[in-house]
């Protein structure tokens, strides 16, 4: 096993830590048999937990679970806040969560990012921000992602 | 920058469906 694999290893785990973490906060607060919306965190936990790292060690897959990473994030983060506006009247009262899933996010850059690491002198290539898979490909994501969220719930009653 | 008219129908497909799924995701979740 290389040193590389061997991170790569690490990073996966703190991963599946992670995720597992945040799927056994939502088992305890909202309780998947009480409520179709709390389906979403126990769907998308049970994705992150077992499907993703799988995805993330092959590298046909990689790219499909650098995406969905990022997309479970986004949509963690839209209906957290989304909840805190309406239970908490602040869009801010879940921060501490809404920070520990970018925690995730940033876990499965690093592995993509590794993956795509030619040598340890490799240079980041410069531009392209808002071009996938760069950091404003997911700002990009995630406005688009808030805009539509938000026009479904306030015009599609 | 408005490459992206361009795409493959793949990539017009999948964000068709992607923006209807948000859009019913909306919809859907009630808290």
Redesign the interface.
Known sequence: MTRKSTLKLTLIAALVFLALGGWLLHLRTHPPLQE??NL?PFISGIASVVILPVMFWFRPTLAYAYVINGMLVI?GTI?MT??SI??LGTPFGLLADIALLWGKFAVGKAIFDLEMLKDDKDIQPKGRYFRYPNTGWWLVHLVA?SV???????L?? | MFRFMLYKPGWWILHIVAIAFVFWLGHAIRF
């Open positions: 179709a919306e979403v949509l209906t989304h909840f309406v239970e992602w539509v969220y938000a026009a479904g719930n306030i599609w009653k």
